[in-house]
């Protein structure tokens, strides 16, 4: 069984960027494909990009492409999510999940048994 840390959130400006990580401990983490999530205040759990077991295969919502990369570090278990150009609208928490099982990316947050605690990130107009 797999737990994962987020890290990295923080309070930034509009037009800025961050970076996020998910250290990934207790089991091998190649073994897992990722995804991260939003959510903010009053709305559902969104997703937001996953990545492939290797880091070949990445896939974003459209509001975030060409915005936001992920990328794996599978000596180090770990993923991160690179945003750029963050908008106001990017607001909320992030959290890293992980399925042992997909084989394919999915969008839905029930389809992912693992998650981390999420970390805050606020973008400032």
């Known amino acids: 069984q797999v737990q994962l840390v987020e890290s990295g959130g923080s309070l930034v400006q509009a037009g800025g960027s961050l970076r996020l990580s998910c250290a990934a401990s207790?089991?091998?983490?190649?073994?897992?494909?990722m995804a991260w999530f939003r959510q903010a205040p009053g709305k559902e759990r969104e997703f937001v990009a996953a990545?492939?077991?290797?880091?070949?295969?990445?896939d974003y919502v459209d509001s975030v492409k060409g915005r936001f990369t992920t990328s794996r570090d599978n000596a180090k278990s770990t993923v991160y999510l690179q945003m750029d150009s963050l908008k106001p609208e990017d607001t909320a928490v992030y959290y890293c999940a992980a399925s042992l099982t997909l084989m394919t990316p999915s969008t839905f947050p029930n389809e992912y048994a693992y998650w981390g605690q999420g970390t805050q990130v606020t973008v400032s107009s």
């Open positions: 207790g089991s091998t983490f190649s073994m897992y494909r």
């Open positions: 990545i492939g077991r290797r880091g070949r295969s990445t």
